[in-house]
Every structure is written in structure tokens, then in C-alpha cells.
């Protein structure tokens, strides 16, 4: 929208503020002595979708071969408000929710909905109006858009902890139609076989079907559609004349702000860790777990000898690494078990910190808690499994020998070689990276590196730690790669990638 100067209608001072309207939005003089100009524009935004955060409403939502649960979860809200979709049988079917709702032929809609991969990693939106059906699938993981069809748009917006906020925009072709979020296995796989009933194959929150070219901020709503009115102002006393573009936004506190960019690293801090493994990890009853001469009372299992110990199986992956989190009482040394037999016997002492990582491997189905022989009093309280970059954000030992592994870092040990995130950088833009490092041995580190170019300033040779190193960068390829060169020992951690551009607005 132009700001606009020179032959404005407005007259300074006046005692009943004159308005007048250019490109669609109020402009009223407030008066006094410096002539101070505003906008004064609203912005109105509804929500039809019903009980848009609560899919066990049964009035409201109906559900396709699958249960919604009472338990609730995390949203990306970080309230505890979200649902699990869980199987409710089992084969070759569509496992979906959905919602009738009114629409008016004719104008545009976008639907969209907060969605994170469990036992499935895809999902289809669609609006079936048993016309235009317009739909699109969006790959949970990598955030990939496929098969989108009858849609004029389709967006999907990485946010923490494995959510992603999918959108489809179309124009409707009746009055009416199902909003419907599907849960697949693969995209194209419409009707997944799933082998077991009360299964969770995805999380969903906040469902918003609005009259917009695509998703605005979600309105929560219960019993009826919800509107929501935002007042835009922008308030000046230093009238401009130059044409320049202004942004109203809402109520601002100031005369300008500057934009921060995102950063464009996911799991950059290594923080992101799966859903729970773990069954009644508090002891807050005898149950789900196998005792082994230990004294049970709710929340706290007794141990008084190096044999006694609890266990209990995991459904885990070969090949990943899990947190293992354990509070206690008393003092003395608790010692984990996993598998059966063979190597994976060996018990390894967890730290006075209580955190412990490890690797699921072909015999790894159980994780198993020994006590110490030296302390009668040790008591445990608490058990938690989680896994380690539970998406899939970075590819481990991409190029070359060594060991690399995330904990509450990226560790490499031996390395000749690196680790990858891809499609982090557009080619030809600068950005400032940050990152945390440990180096204790090696030739050097070099952040990033694309097979062929060292980055200017972005190779780090001394021995040592350090905190906030930043440098600035112009790739020449897409992808992050944070490579050792030379058998290279330490650990990377709060890796922040943004655009290096100031978008000033409002000023």
C-alpha cells in the first residue's frame, strides 16, 4: 500500500478531524499543532471449523477407522492441548478425521492444520466437495509437498519439536464440503495397511478453514466459528512525501521495527527428542514393569544389592540413539542394561547427572536398571526414554571414516568426514552462522563445506572452545555439511543459520 503525501484531503488542526479513504484504508488527521496522520484500518479473519483443537468431539468431528484418545500432548503452542490419531483397526484402509462445513462457491479458501508424523510420516489435506476435491500431501519428515491437485496454492511451515503447519488453498465449487486431514504411510498411499488396532499414526492441532488466499494465524474455536478483528494503525507526527511503501501493523508500540530472520537450521540446538518410550516411568503403580528383589513403593523401587534391578521392553529402532533420563534417591551408582545377550549385556554406569545415551542395536528391545551394591539406601525414582532427533534432521557420517553421533550435540570422534543438514542455504545469499564448538584434536573444522570450497573465515584450526563464533558466508551449494578434515575430535552444538538482510518496516 503507497503511502501517500501531497494532495491528501486532510486539514491540520481541525476541530472535527476530517477522513478520507485512499486504496481501501481510513485515513483520519487527529488534530494539534504537529499534524499528526494514521491509519486506521481493521482486519477480520474467521475461523469455520468447529472445536478446532479438540478432534474427540463427536458432534463436531467424524472419524474413519480411527479413535481419538483423551490423553493429550504437546502442541506447538507448547500447551498440552493437542490429539493423537490412533488405529482403531487394522488393514488396508483410510485412516482419517473430518468435518462437514459450509462454504460459498465461488470464493477462495484455505484449509489447513498442525500436523506430526508418530507410526506414520505423511498426510493428506483435502476438501471433498465432491467436485474440485482439491487435496495435497505433505511429507512429515522433510516437509515435501506431492500430488497436489485443484489447489492454487499449497504451503507448509517447519515449526519445533517435528510439527509443521499444512495448508491447502482452493476455490470452492458447491456450498458445502468435508475437511478432512488423512493419515498415510507413504505418498500416494492412501489407505496404509496397519497391522495394529490403538497404534498413534500421527498428532494433529489447530484446524482453520477461512475466506484467504492462505493461512492466516489460528483462531481457536469451540461450539461455533470464531471471527477475529485486529485493528491495523500506524501513528506519525513527520509527514512523508517520498512514495514509499508503508506496512501498517497491528497497534505498534513504536514507529518501526526490524524483521530477525529465522533460522534457517532445524534441530540446531540437538534438543529435539521423540515421544516417550517408557510406560509408567514414575512407579505410580506395580505395573508394566519386571522387578527383580527390589522393594516397591509408588515412586520410589528400593535396590540393596548389584543384582536386583527393574526392566521393561522398548519399542525402539536399530540404529538410533535414545536419552535415557533417571532421578533418584540416595547416593550410589545405577547401571543400564539393554538387549539380552552378548555385547549388548554389558551394564554401563549412568552418570550422577542421570542422563545416559545409547544406540538401539539388533538384540536392543530392553532397557534394564541394575543397583550398586555399596549404598542399601539407593532408591529409584523415575525412568525416561526418549529418542534422539527424532526426524531425521541431520545425516550422520555423510562423507568419509570416523564415528559421528548427537546427544545434546553433534559429537564426532576420529572423523574424517561430516555430518549433513540439506537444503538450508539459497545459493548466492550471504547469512551469518553462529555456532558453539569443543575442539580438542585434529587438522580443522570447517562450517559449512560443499566438497570443494572452504568458506572465508568459516575454517576453525585451534584447539579449544568456543562459544557464539560467527562468521559470514555466500554458498555455492544448498546444503549444510559440517566436516572434519583429519581426524578431528570435539562436539558442535547452537548452530544458527540466518539470512544476513535487514528488512526495515514501518519506518
Not at 140 to 149: D, K, M, P, R, V
Not at 237 to 246: E, I, Q, R, T
Not at 282 to 298: H, I, L, Q, Y
Not at 474 to 479: A, D, E, L, N, V
Amino acid at each position: 500500500m503507497p503511502r501517500n503525501g501531497l494532495g491528501m484531503p486532510i486539514v491540520s488542526g481541525a476541530s472535527n478531524a476530517p477522513v478520507t479513504v485512499i486504496d481501501d484504508v481510513l485515513w483520519e488527521d487527529f488534530g494539534g499543532s504537529g499534524g499528526e496522520i494514521a491509519v486506521n484500518y481493521q482486519e477480520t479473519r474467521t475461523n469455520v471449523v468447529l472445536y478446532s483443537q479438540d478432534a474427540t468431539d463427536a458432534e463436531a468431528w467424524t472419524k474413519g477407522n480411527t479413535a481419538i484418545e483423551s490423553t493429550l500432548y504437546e502442541a506447538p503452542d507448547n500447551s498440552t492441548t493437542a490429539n493423537a490419531i490412533k488405529s482403531n483397526s487394522t488393514g488396508e484402509k483410510v485412516y482419517n478425521i473430518n468435518q462437514n462445513l459450509s462454504v460459498t462457491a465461488g470464493k477462495t479458501y484455505t484449509l489447513s492444520a498442525h500436523v506430526k508424523k508418530e507410526n506414520l510420516g505423511f498426510v493428506q489435506l483435502r476438501f471433498s466437495d465432491d467436485d474440485g476435491l482439491p487435496r495435497a500431501q505433505f511429507n512429515l519428515t522433510t516437509g515435501a509437498i506431492t500430488n497436489a491437485s485443484n489447489t492454487i496454492r499449497t504451503q507448509v511451515d517447519s515449526m519445533d519439536d517435528g510439527w509443521f503447519r499444512c495448508s491447502i488453498t482452493f476455490v470452492a465449487t458447491t456450498s458445502s464440503g468435508s475437511a478432512m486431514v488423512m493419515a498415510q504411510s507413504a505418498a500416494g498411499d492412501a489407505t496404509p495397511n496397519i497391522a495394529v488396532s490403538g497404534i498413534v499414526l500421527i498428532y494433529v492441532w489447530g484446524f482453520q478453514l477461512e475466506e484467504s488466499i492462505e493461512a492466516t494465524s489460528y483462531i481457536v474455536t469451540t461450539t461455533e466459528a470464531r471471527t477475529r478483528t485486529t485493528t491495523l494503525n500506524d501513528t506519525s507526527d513527520v509527514w512523508d512525501f517520498d512514495s514509499a511503501n508503508l506496512m501498517p501493523e497491528a497497534d505498534p508500540d513504536s514507529e518501526g521495527v526490524w524483521e530477525i530472520p529465522a533460522n534457517l537450521v532445524l534441530n540446531g540446538d540437538y534438543e529435539e527428542l521423540g515421544s516417550e518410550l517408557v510406560t509408567n516411568g514414575t512407579f505410580a503403580t506395580e505395573t508394566d514393569w519386571t522387578f527383580a528383589n527390589v522393594g516397591f513403593s509408588v515412586g520410589a523401587i528400593a535396590f540393596d544389592d548389584a543384582n536386583d534391578n527393574v526392566f521393561q521392553s522398548l519399542a525402539d529402532t536399530v540404529g538410533e540413539t535414545y536419552e535415557l533420563t533417571i532421578t533418584k534417591t540416595g547416593t550410589g551408582v545405577f547401571r543400564l542394561r539393554t538387549g539380552f545377550a552378548g555385547s549388548d549385556a554389558t551394564k554401563v554406569n549412568i552418570p550422577e547427572s542421570g542422563v545416559l545415551y545409547f544406540t538401539a542395536t539388533s538384540n536392543t528391545n530392553r532397557v534394564q536398571i541394575y543397583g550398586d551394591a555399596s549404598d542399601a539406601s539407593l532408591t529409584l525414582n523415575s525412568v525416561s526414554v526418549k529418542q534422539v532427533d527424532p526426524n531425521d534432521r541431520w545425516q550422520l557420517q555423510y562423507t568419509g571414516t570416523g564415528d559421528w553421533s548427537i546427544t545434546d550435540k553433534l559429537n564426532f570422534e576420529n572423523v574424517n568426514g561430516g555430518s549433513a543438514q540439506l537444503n538450508v542455504f539459497e545459493i548466492g545469499a550471504t547469512y551469518e552462522i553462529t555456532v558453539d564448538y569443543v575442539f580438542t584434536s585434529g587438522t580443522r573444522l570447517i562450517l559449512p563445506y560443499d566438497g570443494s570450497n572452504f568458506p572465508t573465515g568459516g575454517v576453525i584450526t585451534t584447539t579449544g572452545s568456543v562459544n557464539n563464533y560467527t562468521y559470514y558466508y555466500t554458498p555455492s551449494s544448498t546444503s549444510l555439511l559440517i566436516y572434519s578434515d583429519g581426524n578431528g575430535n570435539g562436539s558442535v552444538d547452537n548452530i544458527t543459520i540466518r539470512e544476513y538482510a535487514i528488512q526495515p518496516q514501518d519506518v
